[in-house]
């Protein structure tokens, strides 16, 4: 069983920067795809970012190209979602998942963290 716990979410201002870390314990793959979402209020969660966790390949929503990074670190089981030039439609409740290769579904959630920009 895989556990996942988002830190680091916060108020900041439009055009600030914030990094969010979700920390990976249990039994995890090395085929895992870790991945990072986000629910706005009033809307249906999303997408944002993904990374393999053996390859590192990467992948972004459009909305965040150029401004968001996911990294992972294999020695400490982490894995961080660097967001710069935040605007305030990134306001959401920002969640870690899991995914046991890319043809599976995400079956491991974190709890969340609440992301505000203010305009």
């Known amino acids: 069983q895989v556990q996942l716990a988002e830190s680091g979410g916060g108020l900041v201002q439009a055009g600030g920067s914030l990094r969010l870390s979700c920390a990976v314990s249990?039994?995890?793959?090395?085929?895992?795809?870790m991945g990072w979402f986000r629910q706005a209020p009033g809307k249906e969660r999303e997408f944002v970012a993904a990374i393999n966790w053996s390859s590192g390949s990467t992948d972004y929503a459009d909305s965040v190209k150029g401004r968001f990074t996911i990294s992972r670190d294999n020695a400490k089981n982490t894995v961080t979602l660097r967001m710069n030039s935040l605007k305030p439609e990134d306001t959401a409740v920002y969640y870690c998942a899991a995914r046991h290769d890319i043809l599976s579904g995400y079956h491991c959630w974190g709890q969340g963290t609440q992301v505000t920009v203010s305009s």
């Open positions: 249990g039994r995890t793959f090395s085929s895992y795809v």
